[in-house]
């Protein structure tokens, strides 16, 4: 079997040197041209390791250059990712501490790892190398990248989220950006391991997800709004029939009855494009439970908020916002972003009425992802939609490594919605939500 690659060996970086690059490609195309592609798809892993070890021997030697049975390992390795795998990025894939990989072009690929950016020691190279990889990334998905569709949304088979944008719209590229998904999904209980959010905290949301309220999961960019997402997901009962509709698909929901929608660029003559709005269209005649929507960015909140107003209770999303009031905001735009003439009134009528909860995450200075408010949409008051914050965190200053001390905190106050909750069945715990005496100190949370 071929030896994978260990981004912690000090090797990577002589591995990826301009002449070992040269020489990994010289037997990647030895390979390609003297193997039958049909025989090389048929083998078996030790099969082509033996066979990508022929060809490195024989050019190592055309080179007259000797390297040591480790490195040969290593470089049999990296050809092996290039024909099965994802080339360079091969090894940080299989490094499960890497949250998420920025190829800046041949020459610099930076990753995030605990929630911290530094230079990985591994290079492309050239752009067609990373064009190379990119093709094979979208290739499955029938997703297209030239100079008339330089930009493209795709995910790795783990779902793992992909966009790559190339020349002449990047300067300096071609530019690719993987965000990682974990192999194993994180639960609630990691998250409160991570300090993301507190019991109590979690408690609550439980009862709301399978009270049917409708929620919206806000944050910026790389706030952790997905994994969140993922986790409210698995608090819905089964037996219910969940649809999600995403851009590409990322969502890992662990319920039997699901069905993925995945949206559609439009195709080389410029037609046949499928929006989120025309899925969130379609999936009302598919008779949900449940309706959960990756990320709305556009039209699309218009339907969405009509779905959650007409008996389609216990809706999920996401939206990019800078915190609770901003994400409603944000959801007034986007509905006017659909074309529609409706007055301001009107849009917050619906907006008021549609969402229950409001679940904010932030990226922390330190790296952290926490949940920092958990806000009930209540009702209109005028043209104003009034709000209440349930949960907040509140900090207690900085450890000695440099990490946050917070403690997640409830405001005392029982929402509106509970009778909604107990006409569903779902009754609060007298007692979520006390204030508890003592701060706590959270571990950093790093998914």
Do not use: W
Not at 117 to 128: K, S, T
Not at 193 to 220: A, H
Not at 331 to 353: C, D, F, K, N
């Amino acid at each position: 079997m071929a030896q994978t690659l260990e981004y912690a060996d000090q090797a990577v970086a002589m591995l990826y040197s301009p002449e070992m690059l040269g020489i990994q490609g010289e037997i990647h195309h030895r390979l390609l041209r003297q193997t039958d592609l049909t025989v090389l798809e048929n083998m078996t892993e030790e099969e082509l390791a033996n066979q990508i070890r022929r060809f490195a021997n024989a050019v190592l030697s055309d080179e007259d250059k000797t390297v040591p049975v480790r490195t040969l390992d290593q470089l049999v390795a990296a050809v092996m990712s290039e024909v099965r795998g994802y080339g360079p990025l091969e090894v940080l894939l299989n490094d499960d501490s890497i949250s998420e990989i920025m190829v800046n072009g041949p020459e610099q690929i930076i990753i995030e790892r605990n929630g911290k950016l530094r230079e990985a020691p591994i290079r492309f190279a050239d752009g067609e190398h990373i064009m190379r990889i990119i093709e094979k990334i979208i290739a499955p998905l029938g997703r297209r990248l030239d100079e008339a569709v330089p930009m493209v949304d795709a995910r790795l088979p783990d779902g793992s989220r992909v966009n790559a944008i190339i020349p002449p719209l990047a300067v300096g590229g071609p530019y690719l950006t993987v965000r990682k998904f974990a192999a194993d999904p994180f639960t609630d209980k990691d998250l409160m391991r991570f300090g993301s959010m507190s019991e109590q905290m979690r408690d609550f949301l439980k009862f709301c997800v399978q009270g049917k309220l409708n929620i919206m999961v806000s944050g910026g960019t790389g706030s952790g709004k997905t994994t969140t997402l993922n986790v409210l997901s698995s608090f819905i009962p089964p037996g219910e029939r969940i649809i999600t509709i995403e851009d590409a698909a990322e969502l890992q929901l662990q319920q039997n009855h699901v069905l993925s929608l995945e949206s559609r660029p439009p195709n080389l003559e410029g037609t046949g494009e499928i929006t989120i709005r025309d899925l969130v269209r379609n999936s009302l005649r598919m008779r949900p439970d449940r309706i959960i929507v990756g990320e709305v960015r556009g039209g699309e909140a218009l339907d969405m908020l009509q779905a959650m107003n007409t008996g389609h209770e216990g809706s999920l999303s996401t939206a990019h916002t800078n915190g609770p009031r901003d994400c409603l905001a944000r959801l007034e735009t986007m509905v006017l972003m659909a074309g529609t003439e409706l007055p301001a009134h009107a849009i917050r009528q619906q907006i008021s009425g549609a969402i229950d909860l409001i679940v904010h995450q932030d990226r922390m200075r330190d790296g952290s992802r926490k949940v920092t408010y958990v806000t009930e949409v209540q009702r209109m008051e005028g043209d104003e939609i009034i709000t209440q914050d349930l949960f907040t965190l509140k900090h207690h200053g900085v450890d000695d490594d440099g990490r946050l001390i917070v403690e997640h905190r409830p405001m005392g106050i029982q929402p509106l919605f509970v009778d909604k909750l107990l006409a569903e069945g779902v009754e609060l715990p007298p007692d979520i939500f006390v204030t508890q005496e003592e701060p706590t100190r959270q571990r950093r949370s790093f998914f």
